[in-house]
């Protein structure tokens, strides 16, 4: 039977979330005991239990909300016909559980050169976990990105309409040139993905240039190209590419812990936010 804490390494390797539902306190009768465990992946499948039946069931469902909330949860359940009259628990015990995300953020970089290098060291410090995606195979290699799990190298357009986006992945479009980021919005508007954060760094021009040419020749809605966040990252004055992936990592943290605060928000400076990160 696969042990619960080497499925977690494996799956925060992967860039799988789940969540991890633990007996932390039991008083009286209970099914489980504490130190008992339910894992519970994205994709539904589980491993473990915290004593089965209709309470195993509730704290299914908790799981799967804090996959997705990113928040931990503590649940308590009153075992008695009294408190649950329609689940028939009889035991009479009271049982403690916290229900905690398992959830690596998946970084998607769309291109090899000098900020991709220095994005890759900063966001796998905040928690991130990166792949490289390059037309160019000498600037795709473990070297160059010693932090990157995962190296794909082809044709911009094929890479961006091939690769897997789901809730939990941010992707920053830093290619070579305007050429580059053109095809790989329009391989991502091909298969429809709509990643949890979607950045592409360049000027105010290059974004009317770039729209206006997808639009005219891909036929990319307007309310996709709205959730393109170009400039990318919080606008604080970067220049250097240090600079510029620190904004870039802080606007991604921003998006994963407040999704209520929108970058293009006008006219006021969110609560708990610098003048810095609003001009």
């Avoid at 220049?239 to 510029?244: L, V, Y």
Wanted: net charge negative; charged share 25%.
């Amino acid at each position: 039977m696969t042990d619960i804490f080497q499925e977690i390494v494996k799956l925060r390797g992967q860039g799988i979330p789940a969540a991890l539902a633990t007996i932390v306190e039991t008083k009286g009768s209970t099914p489980g005991r504490a130190t008992m465990r339910l894992l519970v992946r994205d994709d539904g499948t589980f491993l473990g239990t915290v004593g089965g039946g209709c309470l195993e069931a509730e704290v299914y469902e908790a799981a799967k909300r804090v996959i997705r909330e990113e928040k931990p949860e503590t649940l308590s359940f009153k075992l008695t016909e009294f408190d649950s009259p329609d689940n028939g628990l009889l035991c009479g015990g009271i049982v403690t559980i916290f229900v905690e995300p398992l959830v690596t953020p998946n970084l998607l970089v769309f291109g090899g050169g000098h900020i991709s290098r220095v994005l890759s060291q900063v966001a796998t410090l905040a928690g991130f976990r990166v792949e490289i995606f390059e037309d160019r195979e000498d600037f795709c290699t473990q070297e160059r990105f010693p932090e990157a799990e995962k190296f794909h190298v082809g044709e911009m357009r094929e890479l961006g309409k091939g690769v897997e986006v789901g809730p939990n992945t941010y992707l920053v479009i830093v290619t070579r040139g305007h050429k580059g980021d053109g095809e790989v919005l329009a391989g991502l508007w091909e298969q429809q993905a709509t990643p949890r954060y979607l950045g592409m760094i360049g000027s105010r021009t290059k974004k009317i240039v770039l729209f206006n040419k997808l639009r005219a020749c891909e036929n990319v809605s307007e309310e996709w190209l709205e959730s393109i966040r170009t400039p990318v990252g919080l606008a604080i004055g970067a220049r250097s590419h240090e600079e510029i992936s620190i904004s870039i990592v802080a606007e991604m943290i921003r998006v994963r812990r407040a999704d209520h605060i929108r970058p293009r928000d006008q006219g006021r400076i969110p609560k708990g936010l610098s003048e810095t990160e609003s001009s």
